[in-house]
């Protein structure tokens, strides 16, 4: 039994040693990381999966960190590759040739123009895989010591590849602000009757952009887009002039008001004053009586009496 074990774990370290010597060395390519200006980054009910979209033309930038975990005298980077599932590189060529020391990280970036005629159509989202080539010297002539890599999927979320050409991002860009217009000024709060019917007009429109988009007709949807925005400031434009016609109508009627209100206080101010007048009259008319009943009474006391 005591020789069975000994055999069986002779047999696994042998195993054990085999495995190690024939494994490729590998470094460790980071979390990589895709750079704006994209259009959206996030997940896609239309392509059922996490994308990262850039318009045709735009600038690409990928950010992939390097660790070197393995090599003691230094990882010596050449090529950072981006190979997609449409057959074609993006390649950095690093010059001059980067060493990373032992288990330090170094972050290189793959640039290059988002172009949607390789991509074929914006209907697919493209998988991709991150290459990283380690050569034997920092300077030439140098040969590959080791190749490794990433698929796109390594890390989670992971986005796939989209280019949207130029009229379906313009389109998509449009259909952006109407929304935006939308939600902040919805249609059922204009007031003024012109400004609702343009604004109803703009909802349309905006609906007819949103049948060409689904058809990939992205030029005629773009010119339903921007219909739909120009009837949407005309309606703010409508309800502004008539909520400014209101506010001077209703301002007017308060000056009139006020106005009325100051010329009754000044009428009854004037009767006041007149009752006030009569009232001090009345009182010094008074007053003359009572200085006369006194003279009266004062005279009658002195007047000499006779007999």
């Known amino acids: 039994m005591k020789k069975f074990t000994t055999i069986l774990f002779s047999v696994s370290l ?14 460790s390519i980071e979390r990589f990381t895709w750079l704006p200006p994209y259009m959206q980054k996030g997940y896609d009910s239309h392509y059922g999966a996490y994308v990262v979209v850039y318009k045709d033309g735009s600038s690409v930038n990928l950010i992939v960190p ?12 050449s090529r950072v590759i981006v190979s997609f599932d449409w057959g074609q590189n993006k390649t950095l060529v690093v010059s001059p040739i980067k060493q990373i020391e032992w288990f330090e990280t170094e972050t290189f970036t793959v640039s290059f123009t988002a172009d949607a005629s390789e991509t074929v159509s914006s209907d697919w989202a493209h998988e991709y895989t991150i290459y990283i080539e380690h050569v034997n010297a920092t300077t030439e002539p ?18 796939m590849f989209v280019v949207f050409p130029t009229d379906q991002a313009n389109a998509t860009d449009l259909s952006d602000e109407y929304d935006s217009y939308e939600s902040a000024f919805p249609t059922w709060s204009f007031s003024n009757i012109n400004a609702s019917q343009l604004a109803g007009q703009a909802s349309i429109k905006a609906s007819l952009g949103d049948t060409y988009y689904d058809r990939g007709d992205y030029s005629s949807a773009e010119e339903e887009y921007q219909a739909a925005l120009d009837l949407y400031n005309q309606a703010l434009v409508a309800e502004r002039e008539w909520q ?6 209703e301002l007017s009627i308060a000056l009139t008001e006020a106005d009325a209100n100051l010329a009754t206080a000044n009428a009854l101010l004037r009767q006041a004053d007149a009752a006030v007048t009569q009232a001090l009259s009345w009182i010094l008319f008074g007053l003359g009586f009572v200085f006369m009943g006194v003279a009266t009474i004062v005279y009658a006391y ?3 009496k006779t007999g």
């Open 244 to 249: 400014t016609k209101v506010e001077e109508a």
């Open 66 to 77: 390097v660790e070197n975990d393995w090599y003691p005298n230094g990882l010596n980077v």
């Open 14 to 27: 042998c195993a054990l040693i085999s495995m190690f010597a024939t494994s490729p060395a590998q470094a």
């Open 142 to 159: 140098t040969k590959i010591v080791n190749t490794w890599s990433r698929p796109w999927n390594w890390w989670s979320p992971s986005y």
């Open 302 to 304: 002195r007047k000499p």
